[in-house]
């Protein structure tokens, strides 16, 4: 085949493929904005009003708790699994252990990172039964924390690696400590340290999984560490697979704040790494 | 001459362990004049940076290092110490071959050092930032915006700050690793030009491959290949009239056997 023949061939599958997915990506997303947006410019009320008691069969209210309740379990999971996380990927660095040891237990974050939700959903259920426990809020913030916490500590170790040695080693030379080295490191590497943290936080807010044997799913208001607890995406799960068209439709609203509060996230994480990377050499 | 040396080696052994086993310094002993500034030269990869390296401890950050033999700072000695490193290193300052800014603001790239090891206040922080600013050339070109961030500095400037940054710890002894490598000719020239001011208080140990810079600012000479000294002395003697066939190979810019099968880091 002629090279330029070649060329306009696979250039042309790139254009296709490119098509195919922002396409499907943008009816999602406008779908669920249009739809959404509708339920939400009829009745706003829905996002700052408790649900009445008999919500899911089309009663009255609106899914504040499922707000709330999202906030209460993912807010505090994501700072318990950053903390973890931060710990874990200055430890593996080669300050503090050997290569060897940094790569087995890498190898087993991806594990983690790549193991379904729904395996710490059930995990916590276990240990739930064990306990002769119920679901609630806090078991569901333990659940949202494992799967963070791997997602987070990947983050961070790579943002921690990329800090160039040099940098390591101008602190060491002026007599730094490890820990005050470490410190150096950290905020040379902050912008990739955030977009961890923010990207296990919209992981945490917008997985369904972990959740759904978790947290209880009632529609009370969140209020104790072990109520029932019902987070957007359980929410969602529900409306969705209600008889009721009303409800139904509710579910598009949820999914509405759902997609804003994780696009907002984006956006914070974008200008907080921005503000740092002025302080990042990239010469 | 080992009287009056600042810092000098003994026996000193560098074996890169793991992966790539090598031996990368052979029994160094060496001694370094006070107050004068010493080139290291030699071909790339041939221990010249290793050496620098393990005269500061800076081996010890790396796994896989292992050092045998001992240097002394002003008779003291540096690995067989009772005192903690950090203390050790924070008396010999070093700037490596990549200029490097810490990131935070310029005025505090050159205050961390010093005001983790001595507490100041914040008047005498000032003066003691201007005058290594000052001492390095740089203040005049960042006095009005000493609080915005150092990594908005060209390389050259950046590269100066370095300088200021570990002389604001008041180190014994500077090593400086190939400094003007990564800068244009301009900025280069006012790095050597701040290193041939500083070496009037300072020792100074500073490794290059440019025999023009060796010319223009060494004192003294260390031509190391494949590891070992071969030869060291003052500068003007041993480049002019060298005692081994090696060293006259590579001050006149001959090829140099072996040195292809051996690059390293």
């Known amino acids: 085949m002629n090279r330029y023949t070649k ?87 080669t300050d503090y252990c050997s290569e060897r040891f940094a790569r087995a237990v890498n190898l087993l974050l991806y594990v983690l990172w790549g193991t379904p939700a729904i395996v710490y959903g059930v995990f916590v259920l276990t240990l739930l039964i064990v306990m002769e426990a119920r679901a609630s809020l806090l078991a569901a913030l333990v659940a949202v924390t494992l799967l963070q916490f791997p997602i987070i500590a990947r983050f961070m170790d790579e943002a921690l690696r990329s800090v160039a040695a040099n940098l390591k080693e101008s602190g060491y030379s002026l007599g730094l400590t490890r820990l005050e080295t470490m410190k150096i490191t950290l905020k040379a590497a902050l912008p990739g340290l955030t977009a961890g943290v923010i990207m296990g936080f919209a992981r945490g807010l917008g997985d369904g999984a972990a959740v759904l044997f978790t947290a209880g799913g009632g529609i009370n208001m969140p209020n104790e560490l072990d109520d029932s607890a019902t987070t957007l995406p359980i929410l969602i799960f529900q409306q969705a697979s209600s008889p009721y068209p009303s409800v139904r439709d509710d579910a598009f609203a949820a999914a509405f704040v759902l997609m804003m509060l994780v696009l907002g996230l984006i956006v914070v994480s974008k200008l907080i790494a921005n503000h740092f990377s002025r302080y990042t050499q990239d010469h | 001459m080992s009287d009056n040396a600042a810092i000098r080696t003994e026996n000193l052994n560098l074996f890169y362990t793991g992966g790539h086993a090598s031996q990368a310094l052979k029994d160094i002993n060496i001694a370094f004049p006070a107050n004068r500034l010493t080139t290291i030269i030699g071909p790339s990869g041939c221990g010249k940076s290793s050496l620098l390296k393990s005269l500061n401890r800076l081996h010890d950050i790396h796994q896989n290092t292992r050092i045998e033999g001992e240097v002394y700072l002003g008779g003291e000695p540096v690995y067989q110490s009772r005192r903690p490193v950090p203390d050790i290193r924070s008396r010999i300052g070093y700037v490596s071959q990549k200029p490097t800014a810490l990131p935070m603001s310029i005025y505090r790239n050159v205050a961390y050092g010093p005001r983790i090891h001595r507490s100041l206040g914040k008047a005498e922080l000032d003066d003691l930032v201007e005058t290594y600013l000052r001492k390095v050339n740089l203040w005049n070109e960042v006095k009005d915006r000493l609080h915005s961030p150092a990594a908005q500095l060209s390389v050259g400037q950046i590269q100066r700050l370095s300088l200021a940054r570990s002389l604001a710890v008041e180190p014994e002894v500077l090593l400086c690793d190939e400094v003007t490598s990564a800068l244009d000719p301009i900025s280069a020239q006012k790095v050597e030009e701040t290193l041939l001011q500083l070496k009037e208080d300072y020792t100074i140990i500073m490794v290059t491959h440019l025999m023009h810079q060796v010319e223009r600012l060494a004192d003294h000479v260390v031509f190391v290949y494949l590891g070992e000294v071969v030869e060291a002395g003052e500068a003007r003697t041993l480049l002019n009239h060298p005692g081994k066939e090696a060293t006259r190979r590579f001050v006149s810019g001959h090829a140099m056997p072996d040195v292809a099968l051996r690059a390293t880091a």
Do not use: C
């Open chain 1, 7 to 93: 060329q306009t061939l696979v250039e042309s599958l790139i254009r296709l493929s490119m098509a195919l997915v922002v396409g499907v990506l943008a009816l999602i997303i406008g779908m669920t904005l249009y739809k959404g947006g509708l339920v939400l410019w009829n009745q706003p009320e829905v996002v700052i009003t408790a649900p009445g008691p008999m919500y899911l069969l089309g009663g009255s209210g609106g899914f504040l708790h499922a707000i709330l309740g999202s906030f209460a379990i993912v807010l505090p999971a994501t700072l318990i699994a950053t903390l973890l996380a931060l710990a874990v990927a200055m430890y593996l660095q």
